[in-house]
Structures are given as C-alpha cells and as structure tokens.
C-alpha cells in the first residue's frame, strides 16, 4: 500500500502562500513579482493562487492586516472598546513580545515597507485597520489630560515603530528589553505603583 499523500488545509495553505509571497515581493520587488511566480514557489497553479487571493494587491493588504494583527491584538483585551492604564501597558508588553516572537516576519515586513511606492499601495487598507485601535488609545490619553492626545499617540506609536525597526535591523546586542522597561516607565503613572 502506497504512503497517503497529506493535502495541507486552505488555511496552512494560506499561510504558506502569504510567507512565500512576502519572500519574494522583498527579493524580486513587490511590483515585478507575479501571481505565476508565487504559485510557482508554492507549488500550487495559478489558478488554485487567485482562487485564495483575488488579486496580488489582496495578498499585500492580507500580509499588512496580519502584521497589523500582530502589533495591534495586544489593545483593548477585553474588548470593551476603552483602554484602561493597565491595557495599554499590556498593549506595549504585547508589542515588544511580537516582534521578538516574529523577528524574520517583520524584518521581510519592514524591508518590503521600503520598497518605493509599497505603502502607497496599502495605505488605505492600514488606515482603515488601524483607526479603531488609534481612536481608542487618543481616547485614553484624552480621559488622561494630555495637551495634545492625537500628538501623543502618534509620538507613542512612532516611538514604539522607531523602535522595532532598529531592532529588527540589528537585533544583535540591542537592548530591546531596556527599551521596552524605559516606555513603560514613560506611561506607568508613578503614584499608583509606589509602595
């Protein structure tokens, strides 16, 4: 009797596809990579490819949406649509985690970012993911008297991108877990942790 040949479900097949096409949009460039290339790479036709993905565009924007869902799943836990101090310490501890857990997923990520006229191409679709998780961390840091609360959660998210983009670069000797320790500490209200 012949060994049984294991078919992977849609699902893992999805995932391998969206691995394999991250590959090589960051190897051969996002614009001259094909649906024929990637399917040829996953060892499935082309048109078993775009039966899971529409288009190669609708494959860029679900690999943005899982990076989104990576950085940002870590907000609002109980999903109550508040942040409370304690959630967006667990959202910043969250953050660190995920790129350390995904470090080869977001440095292909950043370097396809890169790429000239990438993001404009996703730009949109992040913006639309992205503005509920926002609005609730403006929310926050207006409940929390900030001058400037839009200001404040774009200096937090910058910070918190600037961040992971040098340590994925060079993840070698820096000091993620000081870094991670110094932006808690800037949003931990001193008062309610002293003894």
């Known amino acids: 009797m012949g060994a049984m040949k ?13 691995n394999i096409a991250l590959e090589i949009f960051v190897r051969d460039g996002y614009f001259s990579t094909t649906g024929a290339m990637i399917a040829s790479e996953v060892g499935i036709s082309e048109e078993k490819l775009f039966s899971l993905f529409k288009t190669k565009e609708y494959l ?3 690999i943005v949406a899982e990076a989104v869902h990576m950085i940002f799943d870590g907000i609002d ?8 101090e304690v959630e967006l310490l667990f959202f ?12 080869e997923f977001f440095k292909l990520f950043y370097s ?4 000239p006229g990438v993001v404009e191409e996703y730009r949109q679709e992040l913006h639309k993911i992205a503005t509920s998780k926002f609005k609730m961390i403006v929310d926050y840091f ?3 008297g900030a001058e400037n609360p839009k200001m404040e959660t774009r200096f937090l998210a910058s910070m918190l ?9 060079e993840p070698d000797g820096y000091p993620i877990d000081e870094m991670q320790q110094k932006v808690l500490n800037m949003y931990m209200k001193k008062a309610e942790y002293e003894d």
Not at 161 to 169: K, S
């Open 6 to 18: 294991i078919t992977p479900t849609n699902d893992l097949l999805k995932k391998d596809i969206l």
């Open 60 to 62: 860029l924007h679900t």
């Open 77 to 84: 836990p109980n999903q109550d649509g508040k942040l409370l």
């Open 112 to 115: 396809l970012r890169f790429q």
């Open 142 to 144: 207006r409940k929390e």
């Open 92 to 103: 910043i501890n969250d953050y660190f985690d995920s790129i350390e857990k995904n470090l």
């Open 161 to 169: 991108d600037g961040i992971a983009m040098n340590f994925v670069l």
